[in-house]
């Protein structure tokens, strides 16, 4: 299966974006997905997961209550949903997606074996 992000973008702090990881290749209506960020210097993030029918969400304590991740297997595609943009938000977005996730592990990158090629969110203070 091939991923592609996309929908990053410049935006201003308190603001939203909605970014999209759409696949193609292969169904991935049983594939849990994803989203990971990096920033500049940093390490490689989770932000948020879902499993492949949305039934559970998970998400990183820096962003919940604030960002939202779908799905539309119907669309072979995942949202993340920012709302409330902060600066510290800044990095490069990627998703990523695998049949054999368990929920004990899917805040770990090394799990997912299919990436996007990640999108670029900025937000100004």
């Known amino acids: 299966v091939q991923l592609q992000a996309f929908g990053g973008g410049l935006v201003q702090a308190g603001g939203s974006l909605r970014l999209s990881c759409a696949a193609s290749?292969?169904?991935?209506?049983?594939?849990?997905v994803a989203w990971f960020r990096q920033a500049p210097g940093k390490e490689r993030e989770f932000v948020a997961a879902?499993?492949?029918?949305?039934?559970?969400?998970y998400y990183a304590d820096s962003v919940k209550g604030r960002f939202t991740i779908s799905r539309d297997n119907a669309k072979n595609t995942v949202y993340l949903q920012m709302n409330s943009l902060k600066p510290e938000d800044t990095a490069v977005y990627y998703c990523?997606?695998?049949?054999?996730?368990?929920?004990?592990?899917?805040?770990?990158?090394?799990?997912?074996?299919?990436w996007g090629q990640g999108t670029e969110v900025t937000v100004s203070s």
């Open positions: 990523a997606a695998d049949p054999r996730v368990y929920s004990d592990y899917v805040r770990e990158p090394s799990v997912y074996d299919y």
């Open positions: 290749g292969r169904t991935f209506s049983s594939y849990a």
């Open positions: 879902t499993t492949w029918n949305g039934g559970s969400t």
